[in-house]
Nanobody
Framework: QVQLVESGGGLVQAGGSLKLSCRASGLVFSSFVMGWFRQAPGKEREFVSSISRSGADSYYTDSVEDRFTISRDNYGNTLYLQMNGLKPEDTALYYC???????????????????WGQGTQVTVSS
């Protein structure tokens, strides 16, 4: 049974930092592209970042480029999202997801991800 469990969310002031983790089990972690998505209250879930199977390639939505860094530990089956310079508009429920992609392309398409975690809440106060 595949499980993705996020952690690391919390309440932080604007300009602060948080590091999210996503521990995976029940799948061959290194075979999957991993992604982070978020959903703010009253809004649709949106893409944040993705990382290739090896970790060599990554992709970010424009609003988090230069502030967030995605990484993965294939030995520890864990995905990370380092978030710096947090803004109130980053407030959301953050989800990790796993998807099989033959090429590292189209990884912002949430419909292509097979497995999802339950999410961890990030709240940024102004």
């Amino acid at each position: 049974q595949v499980q993705l469990v996020e952690s690391g969310g919390g309440l932080v002031q604007a300009g602060g930092s948080l590091k999210l983790s996503c521990r995976a089990s029940g799948l061959v972690f290194s075979s999957f592209v991993m992604g982070w998505f978020r959903q703010a209250p009253g809004k649709e879930r949106e893409f944040v970042s993705s990382i290739s199977r090896s970790g060599a390639d990554s992709y970010y939505t424009d609003s988090v480029e230069d502030r967030f860094t995605i990484s993965r530990d294939n030995y520890g089956n864990t995905l990370y999202l380092q978030m710096n310079g947090l803004k109130p508009e980053d407030t959301a429920l953050y989800y990790c997801a796993a998807g099989y992609f033959q090429l590292f392309s189209g990884t912002d398409d949430q419909g292509r991800y097979t497995y999802w975690g339950q999410g961890t809440q990030v709240t940024v106060s102004s």
